[in-house]
């Protein structure tokens, strides 16, 4: 399947590198505002056309999925554009920047019957899986809370400091926790109570978000811009916990034990190995384009604005609108 990548950044680079050690898909076109920086990318990772345009590439007959590698505030836009070019779309996290625009996105893809997803790649990995086989085993017995970290430095990158491009860790880096802590609870959500640190530019640098779920159980989870974290997610019950090494992208599971003396290694599972971890998104959302499918159903529609109601609610108690919000 050909693959049009908009956006020629790094994010873009390792999807590229990825769909070049797949069978099923082909670096077809990558566009930047900048040609050369797509030429250059064109000929790092094998694509067979480069476009200064954006437009262009959407134009182009021959691309058939789309895959939106540009900062959170252009997602919108451009998926849609994508749509009403006729594109099937695999959008990066966040999604959007809003419920508003999650909604409209999601509804020009049922009016068009073009596939639309997101590209949250913890969502469609073999991890996800195997966490849920443990949990429904009864491994751990009855589960009560989930905690879960990530961060790196990233405070000098201007994608994340600038709030005119939606900037954050919110929408970079705490969509990862909230979709753990999802993937283990769901959604059926009491309440939430989040607060964060401020970069000088305006937007959370630092995020702590605890959230209660209908039947007493609760999530805490953290994010920072400005370090390095261990990145572990814990989902703990009264027989036991489950340790995820690395949350964004899980490196290895392991499952303890109760003991007198404190936690005993049960059972450490390694998880496959991969291109990057990209391709399990790839691949769903080719097969869901061969079987006529508008979603996926790693990550559907009413998953993707559950997570963004949440992040709405947590930036409505941060107090962040952006720059471009106050002007729709």
């Not at 596939?115 to 990995?125: D, K, P």
């Not at 609870?185 to 978000?209: H, L, N, P």
Request: with cysteine; glycine share 8%.
């Amino acid at each position: 399947m050909n693959v049009g990548i908009l956006g020629a950044g790094g994010i873009a680079e390792v999807m590229a590198n990825t769909v070049s050690q797949m069978k099923e898909a082909h670096n077809y076109a990558i566009a930047s505002r900048d040609l050369e920086k797509a030429k250059a990318m064109a000929r790092r990772c094998g694509f067979t056309k480069a476009y200064g345009s954006y437009e262009e590439l959407l134009a182009d007959p021959q691309v058939v999925l789309v895959y939106i590698a540009l900062p959170h505030s252009h997602h919108h836009k451009w998926t849609m554009e994508a749509l009403r070019a006729g594109k099937h779309v695999l959008c990066e996290k966040a999604f959007a920047v809003n419920e508003k625009q999650t909604r409209e996105m999601i509804e020009l893809s049922e009016k068009t019957g073009l596939l639309l997803t997101e590209a949250i790649w913890t969502r469609y990995m073999p991890s996800r899986r195997m966490i849920t086989e443990i949990i429904e085993r009864g491994d751990i017995g009855n589960l009560r809370t989930v905690s879960a970290n990530l961060g790196y430095k990233i405070d000098g990158n201007e994608r994340i400091i600038k709030p005119e491009l939606a900037g954050g860790a919110l929408l970079d880096l705490t969509v990862y926790p909230l979709n753990f802590a999802s993937m283990v609870w769901g959604d059926d959500i009491r309440k939430i109570s989040a607060s964060c640190v401020m970069t000088e530019t305006g937007v959370d640098g630092q995020d702590t978000v605890m959230v209660e779920y209908q039947d007493d159980r609760m999530a805490s989870l953290f994010t920072t811009i400005y370090t390095l974290t261990n990145r572990c997610g814990l989902i703990c019950g009264t027989e036991g916990f489950i340790e995820v090494q690395n949350i964004n992208n899980p490196e290895e599971i392991r499952v303890y034990s109760p003991d007198r003396s404190g936690p005993r290694l049960r059972e450490r599972i390694a998880v496959p190995k991969q291109i990057s971890g990209y391709e399990y998104e790839v691949l769903s959302c080719i097969k869901a384009i061969e079987e006529g499918r508008i979603e996926c159903p790693e990550m559907p529609h009413s998953e993707t604005i559950q997570i963004m109601c949440q992040m709405d609610e947590i930036r409505r108690q941060f107090g962040i609108v952006y720059p471009f919000e106050k002007e729709e």
